[in-house]
Structures are given as structure tokens and as C-alpha cells.
């Protein structure tokens, strides 16, 4: 092996392995915050299943409701519940790529809202007339 | 109190003779017992406490949104629930993740949501009303209703398209007709009829 080879080799294997001071530090992190940390997890995977529960709630509503507006309610808190989901999942997965999708997600449960209203509204003036 | 307000005094005074070198030295003192949590597990102890507030509204007001009777009731529960559960949660995401521009995004999300919902519910609400939905029995006042069969109300949702008669035609405004003198209005007329 050339001494090139060897220098490249070791760079390599230098940027595989985690940097020593890092490891020292995460040592000395307090237990209590262990603890917290782990608990914020278990919560939001409770979280998790919990919204899930909501969502189909609302989804029997959109299913069941008697009338239109009362599929218009449930998914409007449908849009929302979503939104809160990607907020929880951002924290689980440690990124922020999804946290811009709370923002869209919530525009468009409210233009949807909006949308719902206006159909409800022209519907029944067009039966009428 | 005097001796410990003297020692902060005399460290003051250590600092501003020997640099900000000498503040870090003075700061950590190795003696003393770690501390039991950092401000960042402190930060995670209060988004625990704002995600398990905001999933309570959220699974209370869509447990409402499914068992309430009719639809303005739903409406009631639905706004609520949005609006808290996802304060909470955005509260606890801030908390955790404890950056500038998430916390930035965090208050436009929270702004835009405080303004659209209630909103939106409205308009729902009025079309709801509009298009005659089904009502819940025990309904006690529709204010609504009684102010579209008033006619001494000038404007409502039925007039707006109306043609006015010819004698209005290019006045200013609708002028409504006077209000018939009906003794058995169940509530009273609070202003004379044109003044609306």
C-alpha cells in the first residue's frame, strides 16, 4: 500500500469515527435530563396515538354526519389535527424538514374551511332559484 | 446577606481585573454537586406539560365534534379543540427545539391560526344558517332567525340581491318600510324603524 493509500485510509476511518470530545461531553450530561428525554419521547408516541384516536373520531363524523356542514366542521378539525400530527413527528424524528408543512397544511385546512362555506352557500341558492 | 452580597462584590471585582478568563474560572467550581438538570431538560420538562395540555383539548373537543347533537355545537367544540391543542403543541416544539427561526414559524403558525379559525367557523356557521341545518331541540334563542323574519330589519342575507321598487330607485341606500305596529312581538323594538 502506498503511503497516499494509507494517509487517504486514515482520513477516512478519522471522519467515520465520532470525535472523542463529543462522547466525553455527552457523558457528563446531567441523569435528570435522561430522564425528561426519554419521557418527552414516550409522551409524544402517546401523543401519536392519541391524535390518531381524533382523527377518527372526526373521520366517523365526516362518515355519519347528517348534513353537509357537519362534514365541513369535521374536516376542518381534520386539517388541524394533521398539522399537529407533523409538529409531533418533527419532534420525534429530530428534523426540521417538516416543520414548514405545519404552515401549509393549516392554509390549506383553512382555505378548504372557506371553500366548504362558499359551496354550502351557492348550493342552496341555486336550489332555491 | 451582607457576606454573600460582599463576596458577589469581591468576584465583580475579580472579573474586571483579570478578564472575562477569570469569570469562566470563578463560574465553575468544581467542588460544587452537578446540577440534576440542564436548561435544556428544563425546557423538555415544560414541552412535556404543553404536549399532554394541547393533546388534551385536541382528544376532548374531537370526542365533542363526534357527540355533540347538531352542528353549531360541533362547531363550538371543533374551534376550541383546534385552537388550544395546537398552541400546546407548538409550545412544546418550540420549547424543545429551541431555535430562532422555529420559534419565528411558531408564532405565524399560532398567529395565522388564532385569525383563520374563527373565521372560518364563522363563515361556515352563517352558511349553516343560511341553508337551514338541522337544530338541536333544546335550542334556547336564535337571534338570527328573528332578525331575518323582522322587517323592520333593512338588510338581510334575503334582500341583498333584491331589486328595489321604482320609487327608491337612485336614493341613496335602501330605504326599508316601516315597521308594522305588532303587539305580539316577543321582544321589543330597541331602535324606531329607519334608523338601522
Not at chain 2, 334582500?159 to 327608491?168: C, F, K, N, S
Not at chain 2, 305596529?181 to 338601522?196: C, D, I, K, L, S
Amino acid at each position: 500500500m502506498t503511503p497516499a493509500a494509507a494517509a487517504i485510509a486514515r482520513f477516512v476511518a478519522a471522519a467515520a469515527e465520532p470525535s472523542p470530545p463529543a462522547a466525553a461531553e455527552s457523558v457528563a450530561a446531567p441523569a435528570g435530563d435522561a430522564f425528561i428525554e426519554t419521557t418527552l419521547l414516550y409522551s409524544i408516541d402517546v401523543g401519536i396515538f392519541t391524535i390518531a384516536i381524533a382523527i377518527l373520531l372526526c373521520l366517523a363524523r365526516i362518515i355519519k354526519g347528517p348534513d353537509l356542514v357537519d362534514r365541513g366542521v369535521a374536516s376542518d378539525t381534520v386539517a388541524v389535527q394533521v398539522a399537529a400530527l407533523v409538529l409531533l413527528i418533527t419532534i420525534r424524528v429530530e428534523s426540521l424538514i417538516a416543520f414548514d408543512a405545519v404552515l401549509i397544511v393549516s392554509i390549506l385546512g383553512f382555505v378548504s374551511t372557506l371553500a366548504f362555506a362558499q359551496f354550502i352557500g351557492r348550493r342552496r341558492s341555486v336550489h332555491q332559484s | 446577606m451582607i457576606d454573600a452580597l460582599f463576596s458577589l462584590l469581591e468576584t465583580a471585582e475579580l472579573i474586571a481585573e483579570l478578564g472575562p478568563a477569570a469569570a469562566d474560572a470563578a463560574a465553575v467550581d468544581p467542588s460544587a454537586p452537578a446540577p440534576l438538570f440542564t436548561d435544556a431538560g428544563l425546557r423538555d420538562a415544560l414541552a412535556i406539560v404543553a404536549l399532554l395540555g394541547g393533546l388534551f383539548f385536541m382528544l376532548v373537543g374531537s370526542i365533542g365534534v363526534y357527540r355533540f347533537p347538531d352542528c353549531y355545537s360541533r362547531m363550538h367544540a371543533a374551534s376550541k379543540c383546534t385552537t388550544l391543542g395546537i398552541t400546546g403543541m407548538l409550545l412544546a416544539a418550540v420549547l424543545h427545539i429551541w431555535q430562532l427561526d422555529v420559534a419565528g414559524k411558531g408564532v405565524l403558525v399560532l398567529v395565522f391560526t388564532f385569525v383563520a379559525t374563527p373565521v372560518g367557523t364563522h363563515l361556515l356557521a352563517k352558511a349553516a344558517h343560511h341553508g337551514g341545518a338541522h337544530q338541536y331541540a333544546g335550542t334556547r334563542s336564535d337571534e338570527l332567525a328573528q332578525d331575518k323574519s323582522d322587517p323592520g330589519m333593512a338588510i338581510n342575507d334575503e334582500q341583498i340581491g333584491e331589486v328595489p321598487p321604482d320609487e327608491l330607485r337612485g336614493a341613496v341606500g335602501h330605504i326599508p318600510p316601516p315597521r308594522p305596529a305588532n303587539p305580539a312581538e316577543t321582544h321589543p323594538p330597541a331602535q324606531p324603524a329607519g334608523t338601522r
